[in-house]
Protein backbone atom coordinates (compact mmCIF):
# COMPACT_ATOMS: atom_id res chain seq x y z
CA UNK A 1 0.00 0.00 0.00
CA UNK A 2 1.69 3.16 -1.15
CA UNK A 3 1.72 6.39 1.22
CA UNK A 4 -0.57 8.46 0.19
CA UNK A 5 -3.18 5.78 0.55
CA UNK A 6 -2.07 5.41 3.87
CA UNK A 7 -1.91 9.53 4.65
CA UNK A 8 -5.77 10.12 3.41
CA UNK A 9 -7.27 7.10 5.37
CA UNK A 10 -9.42 7.61 8.37
CA UNK A 11 -7.77 4.43 10.43
CA UNK A 12 -4.77 3.22 10.46
CA UNK A 13 -3.53 -0.85 11.48
CA UNK A 14 -0.61 -1.16 13.26
CA UNK A 15 1.51 -4.28 13.35
CA UNK A 16 4.45 -4.46 15.19
CA UNK A 17 6.68 -6.66 17.63
CA UNK A 18 10.51 -6.14 19.80
CA UNK A 19 12.21 -8.34 21.99
CA UNK A 20 13.68 -6.47 24.53
CA UNK A 21 13.72 -6.98 28.01
CA UNK A 22 11.09 -5.44 30.33
CA UNK A 23 11.66 -6.18 33.80
CA UNK A 24 8.37 -5.47 35.11
CA UNK A 25 5.89 -6.54 32.22
CA UNK A 26 2.92 -6.22 34.84
CA UNK A 27 3.62 -2.35 35.61
CA UNK A 28 4.80 -1.50 32.12
CA UNK A 29 1.68 -3.28 30.95
CA UNK A 30 -0.92 -1.22 33.10
CA UNK A 31 1.24 1.86 31.68
CA UNK A 32 0.82 0.80 28.06
CA UNK A 33 -2.69 0.27 29.32
CA UNK A 34 -3.44 3.72 30.11
CA UNK A 35 -1.43 5.41 26.95
CA UNK A 36 -3.72 3.30 24.40
CA UNK A 37 -6.84 3.97 25.90
CA UNK A 38 -6.09 7.47 26.26
CA UNK A 39 -5.47 7.65 22.04
CA UNK A 40 -8.52 5.24 22.12
CA UNK A 41 -6.72 2.47 20.32
CA UNK A 42 -8.19 -0.93 20.16
CA UNK A 43 -6.40 -4.74 19.60
CA UNK A 44 -4.44 -6.91 21.24
CA UNK A 45 -1.12 -6.37 22.96
CA UNK A 46 0.70 -8.77 24.59
CA UNK A 47 3.55 -7.87 27.39
CA UNK A 48 6.59 -9.89 28.62
CA UNK A 49 9.78 -10.23 29.98
CA UNK A 50 10.83 -10.67 26.49
CA UNK A 51 8.72 -8.12 25.13
CA UNK A 52 6.11 -6.87 23.49
CA UNK A 53 3.78 -7.84 20.31
CA UNK A 54 0.95 -6.05 19.06
CA UNK A 55 -1.26 -5.48 16.66
CA UNK A 56 -3.98 -1.79 16.83
CA UNK A 57 -5.68 -0.36 14.97
CA UNK A 58 -7.02 3.46 15.51
CA UNK A 59 -7.67 6.74 13.92
CA UNK A 60 -4.37 7.93 11.85
CA UNK A 61 -3.85 11.06 14.00
CA UNK A 62 -3.91 8.54 17.49
CA UNK A 63 -1.81 5.70 15.47
CA UNK A 64 0.93 8.23 14.68
CA UNK A 65 0.72 9.63 18.09
CA UNK A 66 1.29 6.18 19.34
CA UNK A 67 4.34 5.37 17.27
CA UNK A 68 5.77 8.81 18.27
CA UNK A 69 5.33 7.53 21.77
CA UNK A 70 6.70 4.02 21.37
CA UNK A 71 9.75 5.67 19.58
CA UNK A 72 10.18 8.05 22.38
CA UNK A 73 10.04 5.50 24.84
CA UNK A 74 13.92 3.17 25.58
CA UNK A 75 12.01 0.13 25.95
CA UNK A 76 10.79 0.55 22.32
CA UNK A 77 12.74 3.78 20.17
CA UNK A 78 13.76 0.48 17.49
CA UNK A 79 10.11 -0.41 17.09
CA UNK A 80 9.35 -1.15 13.00
CA UNK A 81 5.69 -0.61 12.55
CA UNK A 82 4.15 -2.14 10.02
CA UNK A 83 1.21 0.47 8.64
CA UNK A 84 -2.15 -0.55 6.76
CA UNK A 85 -4.71 2.30 5.88
CA UNK A 86 -8.03 1.21 7.03
CA UNK A 87 -11.82 3.38 7.02
CA UNK A 88 -12.21 2.06 10.62
CA UNK A 89 -11.42 0.23 13.64
CA UNK A 90 -10.81 -3.53 13.36
CA UNK A 91 -10.66 -4.65 16.57
CA UNK A 92 -14.06 -4.57 18.72
CA UNK A 93 -11.85 -3.56 22.03
CA UNK A 94 -8.50 -2.91 23.80
CA UNK A 95 -6.70 -6.28 25.28
CA UNK A 96 -3.47 -6.45 27.22
CA UNK A 97 -2.02 -9.26 28.79
CA UNK A 98 0.73 -10.50 30.26
CA UNK A 99 2.66 -13.49 29.14
CA UNK A 100 5.26 -15.43 30.08
CA UNK A 101 6.07 -15.57 25.69
CA UNK A 102 4.99 -12.84 23.38
CA UNK A 103 4.53 -15.73 20.62
CA UNK A 104 4.54 -19.00 22.52
CA UNK A 105 6.73 -21.95 20.96
CA UNK A 106 6.88 -23.56 24.44
CA UNK A 107 10.31 -24.97 24.84
CA UNK A 108 10.90 -25.31 28.63
CA UNK A 109 13.16 -22.68 31.02
CA UNK A 110 16.74 -22.86 29.64
CA UNK A 111 15.73 -24.11 26.23
CA UNK A 112 13.57 -21.11 24.67
CA UNK A 113 14.97 -19.13 21.90
CA UNK A 114 16.27 -15.47 22.55
CA UNK A 115 16.11 -13.94 19.12
CA UNK A 116 18.52 -11.77 20.61
CA UNK A 117 21.12 -14.57 20.75
CA UNK A 118 20.21 -16.69 18.09
CA UNK A 119 18.18 -16.25 15.32
CA UNK A 120 17.90 -17.58 11.14
CA UNK A 121 20.13 -14.69 8.83
CA UNK A 122 17.61 -12.20 7.87
CA UNK A 123 16.30 -11.64 4.17
CA UNK A 124 14.95 -8.80 2.85
CA UNK A 125 12.14 -9.55 0.17
CA UNK A 126 14.22 -9.35 -2.96
CA UNK A 127 16.89 -11.45 -1.22
CA UNK A 128 13.89 -14.02 0.14
CA UNK A 129 12.13 -14.49 -3.17
CA UNK A 130 16.14 -15.10 -5.08
CA UNK A 131 16.40 -17.23 -2.36
CA UNK A 132 13.54 -19.21 -3.13
CA UNK A 133 14.96 -19.86 -6.32
CA UNK A 134 17.78 -21.73 -5.34
CA UNK A 135 18.40 -25.35 -5.66
CA UNK A 136 18.08 -27.72 -2.35
CA UNK A 137 15.76 -25.01 -0.82
CA UNK A 138 13.07 -25.79 1.28
CA UNK A 139 10.12 -22.92 2.60
CA UNK A 140 8.80 -23.23 5.52
CA UNK A 141 5.53 -21.67 6.87
CA UNK A 142 5.79 -20.94 10.18
CA UNK A 143 1.91 -19.99 11.02
CA UNK A 144 -0.63 -22.48 11.89
CA UNK A 145 -2.65 -24.45 9.33
CA UNK A 146 -5.43 -22.55 8.79
CA UNK A 147 -3.94 -19.52 8.39
CA UNK A 148 -1.39 -21.37 5.70
CA UNK A 149 -5.14 -23.01 3.89
CA UNK A 150 -5.75 -19.52 3.06
CA UNK A 151 -2.41 -18.07 1.40
CA UNK A 152 0.52 -19.38 1.13
CA UNK A 153 4.29 -19.12 -0.69
CA UNK A 154 4.35 -21.33 -3.73
CA UNK A 155 6.01 -24.68 -3.13
CA UNK A 156 6.05 -24.07 0.70
CA UNK A 157 6.13 -26.40 3.17
CA UNK A 158 2.89 -26.12 5.26
CA UNK A 159 3.03 -28.02 8.58
CA UNK A 160 -0.26 -29.06 9.51
CA UNK A 161 -0.62 -27.72 12.76
CA UNK A 162 -3.40 -26.03 14.94
CA UNK A 163 -1.10 -23.71 17.48
CA UNK A 164 2.82 -22.47 16.98
CA UNK A 165 3.84 -24.86 20.25
CA UNK A 166 3.24 -27.99 18.00
CA UNK A 167 6.13 -26.64 15.96
CA UNK A 168 8.97 -28.77 17.29
CA UNK A 169 6.73 -31.97 17.75
CA UNK A 170 6.60 -31.05 13.58
CA UNK A 171 9.94 -31.42 12.92
CA UNK A 172 11.30 -34.11 14.96
CA UNK A 173 8.83 -36.06 12.70
CA UNK A 174 10.07 -34.42 9.43
CA UNK A 175 13.77 -33.80 10.16
CA UNK A 176 15.32 -36.50 7.65
CA UNK A 177 13.67 -34.84 4.51
CA UNK A 178 15.25 -31.08 5.92
CA UNK A 179 18.55 -32.62 6.54
CA UNK A 180 21.27 -30.37 3.98
CA UNK A 181 18.63 -28.44 2.92
CA UNK A 182 18.79 -24.59 2.74
CA UNK A 183 15.50 -23.39 5.02
CA UNK A 184 13.55 -20.20 4.32
CA UNK A 185 11.18 -19.52 7.06
CA UNK A 186 8.00 -17.02 6.84
CA UNK A 187 5.10 -15.80 8.85
CA UNK A 188 2.78 -12.73 9.00
CA UNK A 189 4.73 -10.03 10.28
CA UNK A 190 7.85 -11.94 11.63
CA UNK A 191 7.89 -12.61 15.06
CA UNK A 192 7.51 -16.55 15.25
CA UNK A 193 10.45 -16.76 12.98
CA UNK A 194 12.58 -14.71 14.99
CA UNK A 195 11.75 -17.92 17.29
CA UNK A 196 11.40 -20.81 14.55
CA UNK A 197 14.44 -20.61 12.42
CA UNK A 198 16.71 -19.82 15.61
CA UNK A 199 15.40 -23.32 16.93
CA UNK A 200 15.94 -24.40 13.62
CA UNK A 201 19.82 -23.49 14.27
CA UNK A 202 19.55 -24.80 18.00
CA UNK A 203 18.55 -28.26 16.59
CA UNK A 204 21.84 -28.56 14.21
CA UNK A 205 20.28 -26.79 10.78
CA UNK A 206 23.25 -24.65 9.71
CA UNK A 207 21.67 -23.02 6.83
CA UNK A 208 18.62 -21.49 8.25
CA UNK A 209 16.69 -17.54 7.01
CA UNK A 210 14.15 -16.04 7.45
CA UNK A 211 12.10 -13.11 5.76
CA UNK A 212 12.50 -10.08 7.53
CA UNK A 213 9.07 -8.40 8.30
CA UNK A 214 7.42 -11.22 7.21
CA UNK A 215 4.35 -11.76 4.29
CA UNK A 216 3.02 -8.21 5.46
CA UNK A 217 6.40 -6.17 4.45
CA UNK A 218 7.06 -8.77 1.55
CA UNK A 219 3.84 -7.79 -0.07
CA UNK A 220 4.55 -3.79 0.62
CA UNK A 221 7.73 -4.15 -1.15
CA UNK A 222 7.91 -2.08 -4.44
CA UNK A 223 10.74 -4.81 -6.09
CA UNK A 224 8.74 -7.86 -5.74
CA UNK A 225 5.12 -6.77 -4.93
CA UNK A 226 4.10 -10.23 -2.90
CA UNK A 227 5.16 -11.99 -6.14
CA UNK A 228 4.65 -15.76 -5.61
CA UNK A 229 2.87 -15.83 -2.87
CA UNK A 230 -0.83 -17.36 -3.48
CA UNK A 231 -3.74 -16.59 -1.62
CA UNK A 232 -4.64 -14.21 0.82
CA UNK A 233 -3.15 -13.68 4.19
CA UNK A 234 -4.72 -14.49 7.24
CA UNK A 235 -4.53 -11.68 10.00
CA UNK A 236 -6.13 -11.67 13.29
CA UNK A 237 -8.67 -8.65 13.17
CA UNK A 238 -11.79 -7.89 11.81
CA UNK A 239 -10.50 -8.03 8.16
CA UNK A 240 -9.65 -12.01 8.79
CA UNK A 241 -7.49 -11.60 5.33
CA UNK A 242 -5.65 -9.21 3.25
CA UNK A 243 -4.21 -8.91 -0.70
CA UNK A 244 -0.11 -9.68 -0.28
CA UNK A 245 0.53 -10.23 -4.61
CA UNK A 246 0.02 -7.21 -6.93
CA UNK A 247 1.75 -9.13 -9.70
CA UNK A 248 0.57 -11.43 -12.00
CA UNK A 249 1.35 -14.46 -10.28
CA UNK A 250 -1.42 -13.87 -8.12
CA UNK A 251 -4.20 -16.52 -7.91
CA UNK A 252 -6.75 -18.09 -5.56
CA UNK A 253 -6.20 -21.85 -3.83
CA UNK A 254 -9.35 -21.73 -1.71
CA UNK A 255 -12.55 -23.79 -2.73
CA UNK A 256 -15.74 -23.28 -1.96
CA UNK A 257 -16.11 -26.75 0.68
CA UNK A 258 -19.40 -27.25 -1.23
CA UNK A 259 -19.51 -26.89 -4.74
CA UNK A 260 -15.81 -26.41 -5.11
CA UNK A 261 -15.80 -23.09 -6.77
CA UNK A 262 -12.76 -21.20 -6.35
CA UNK A 263 -13.41 -18.42 -3.22
CA UNK A 264 -10.70 -16.56 -1.38
CA UNK A 265 -12.42 -15.54 1.90
CA UNK A 266 -12.93 -17.20 5.22
CA UNK A 267 -16.85 -17.01 7.04
CA UNK A 268 -17.26 -18.41 10.38
CA UNK A 269 -20.13 -21.14 10.26
CA UNK A 270 -23.39 -19.39 11.99
CA UNK A 271 -24.20 -22.26 13.96
CA UNK A 272 -22.68 -20.76 17.25
CA UNK A 273 -21.46 -24.20 19.10
CA UNK A 274 -19.54 -24.72 16.05
CA UNK A 275 -18.47 -21.38 14.39
CA UNK A 276 -15.87 -23.22 12.36
CA UNK A 277 -13.81 -20.56 9.86
CA UNK A 278 -15.09 -22.02 6.46
CA UNK A 279 -14.83 -21.30 2.75
CA UNK A 280 -18.79 -20.90 1.32
CA UNK A 281 -18.57 -19.34 -1.99
CA UNK A 282 -21.21 -16.48 -2.02
CA UNK A 283 -24.09 -18.59 -3.83
CA UNK A 284 -24.04 -20.82 -2.01
CA UNK A 285 -24.08 -19.11 1.04
CA UNK A 286 -27.33 -17.65 -0.45
CA UNK A 287 -28.80 -21.16 -1.27
CA UNK A 288 -27.45 -22.83 1.45
CA UNK A 289 -26.53 -20.60 4.29
CA UNK A 290 -22.65 -20.44 5.51
CA UNK A 291 -22.71 -23.45 7.63
CA UNK A 292 -20.13 -26.25 7.22
CA UNK A 293 -22.69 -28.78 6.49
CA UNK A 294 -25.93 -29.79 6.92
CA UNK A 295 -25.98 -31.07 10.66
CA UNK A 296 -24.50 -27.45 11.46
CA UNK A 297 -27.46 -25.60 9.29
CA UNK A 298 -30.46 -28.05 10.95
CA UNK A 299 -28.87 -27.55 14.80
CA UNK A 300 -29.20 -23.58 13.66
CA UNK A 301 -32.87 -23.88 12.34
CA UNK A 302 -34.00 -26.13 15.21
CA UNK A 303 -32.51 -23.68 17.85
CA UNK A 304 -34.74 -20.98 16.25
CA UNK A 305 -38.08 -23.24 15.77
Not at 88 to 101: C, N, Y
Not at 181 to 200: A, D, M, N
Amino acid sequence: MNETSIAHSSHQVLLYYLYTPIEDPESYAEKHRELCQSLELRGRIIVGTEGINGTVSGTTENTQNYIKAMHGDLVTEKMEFKIDPSDKHTFPKLSIKVRDEIVRLGLPGEEDIDPNELTGERLSPREFYEKMQEENTVIIDGRNDYEAKLGHFKDAICPPIGNFREFPEWLDENREELKGKKILTYCTGGIRCEKLSGFLKKEGFDDVYQLDGGIVKYGKDPEVQGRDFEGLCYVFDERVEVEVNHTETQKVITHCRHCGTEFPHYGNCRWPECNDQIIVCSDCRESFGLFCGEECRASKEASEA
